[in-house]
């Protein structure tokens, strides 16, 4: 029994084998091959050669950055970055640099799992509006160019979609209302373009997104309060906007964000307690706005910072004694606030250097001048 039962294992896998042998050999479609080819004819890569292997009738067999589906030959991935350790580049020795635009015929890949056009620093142009009508996308990574233009205002269309990610651009316009439609997206980085108007009241309706990186915009108005039942949500970075009104103070009660970057902004009031004395962030940046009020003094031996900056604002009273209790904080910045007294002794103070509590009021102890 045992012989026979290893015979129809081994027949088994024999079978699976003789299958993907025969898949292996499926050729992409004609249609997929004149997409391809339509798109490759509005880009321009004078330098590298990543298309150079792009000849022959199988796009399937080995077009560089190009993968198909092994079952039905289809185009199912496109993967061209110009900043990477792929071979094709070390040997060019150089990073990628790569003119044109993209074409709308990327969008008859009907099939399109993966779509990666990153880091060519010179493809410019709009996002194709089309690209929403490719339902299998997962991935659409198109950062480090120099696109322009609105996001597609449907783009909530694409259901399967986890990473959107066109940081390093020049996109303009609003964040599209459909953008919260993306059920499963998880991570999102539209940093360092020109996007302007409101964070969607709706914001907290990704509930897989772990990354939410929106800063270096021109986005205003206030930060949604309903961010804080976004109870996957990592990291957040609005830095560098123009956002107004106060930090919801729920925030603190996020049950994973470990880092938050609201530097550079217009906010204002008092810092909440609750976010001072999250036991999860590790990263808070509230530099560069103008809030006031005391510095919450509500740290425990459960708070942990590798970075801490209140630096810039309009903070007065005490440095908080609660901080010798913190289990951690590497670096701290209160400089250039309305601070007074004495600075307490012990860690972390210890190791922190005058430039951390400089242009303040009245403020005294090591590492400034002694107190009289």
């Known amino acids: 029994m045992a012989a026979q039962l290893i015979y129809h294992l081994l027949l088994f896998a024999l079978t699976i084998l003789a299958m993907g042998t025969g898949v292996s050999s499926v050729t992409c479609s004609s249609a997929d091959r004149a997409a391809l080819l339509k798109f490759r ?3 321009s890569d004078p330098y590298i050669g990543v298309f150079s292997s792009w000849t022959g009738e199988d796009c399937c067999g080995h077009w560089y950055g ?30 990628g640099l790569m003119t044109g635009r993209i074409s709308p015929a990327v969008c008859r890949l009907d099939r399109l799992s993966s779509l990666v056009i990153a880091d060519w620093k010179q493809i410019s142009g709009p996002i194709p509006a089309c690209i929403t009508s490719l ?25 399967q979609l986890t990473v959107l990610n066109v940081a390093d651009n ?8 459909s953008l919260t439609n993306l059920g499963s997206l998880m991570h999102l980085n539209l940093g360092n373009n020109r996007i302007s108007g409101r964070i969607p009241s709706d914001f907290s309706k990704l509930k897989m997104l772990s990354r939410a990186l929106l800063g270096r915009n021109q986005i205003t108005g206030v930060i949604p309060a309903s961010i804080s039942h976004m109870n996957r949500l990592a990291d957040l970075d609005l830095a560098d906007n123009q956002i107004y009104g106060s930090i919801p103070p729920a925030i603190g009660s996020m049950l994973v964000l470990s880092s938050l970057y609201l530097d550079s902004n217009r906010l204002s009031g008092a810092i909440p307690a609750m ?6 962030l590790g990263i808070l940046n509230l530099s560069r706005n103008a809030l006031d009020g005391h510095i919450p003094d509500v740290f425990t031996s459960r708070s942990y910072f590798t970075a801490l900056d209140l630096s810039f604002n309009k903070l007065r009273g005490d440095v908080p004694k609660t901080l010798l209790t913190a289990a951690f904080v590497g670096h701290l910045d209160l400089s250039h606030n309305h601070l007074c007294g004495r600075i307490p002794e012990g860690s972390p103070f210890d190791h922190l250097e005058a430039a951390s509590f400089a242009n303040n009021d009245c403020l005294c102890g090591w590492p400034l001048q002694s107190c009289q």
Request: proline share 6%; glycine share 14%; charged share 25%.
């Open 41 to 43: 004819s509005e880009l």
């Open 66 to 95: 190009v993968g198909c589906d092994q079952e039905t030959g289809r185009v199912a991935d496109i993967t061209l970055r110009g900043e990477s350790e792929d071979p094709i580049l070390t040997r060019a020795g150089r990073s």
């Open 135 to 159: 339902s299998a996308l997962r991935i659409l990574d198109l950062v480090g160019n120099r696109l322009s233009g609105p996001l597609p205002a449907d783009i909530g269309k694409l259901s």
């Open 170 to 177: 020049q996109i303009s316009g609003s964040i599209p209302k």
């Open 275 to 280: 976010l001072l004395g999250s036991k999860g």
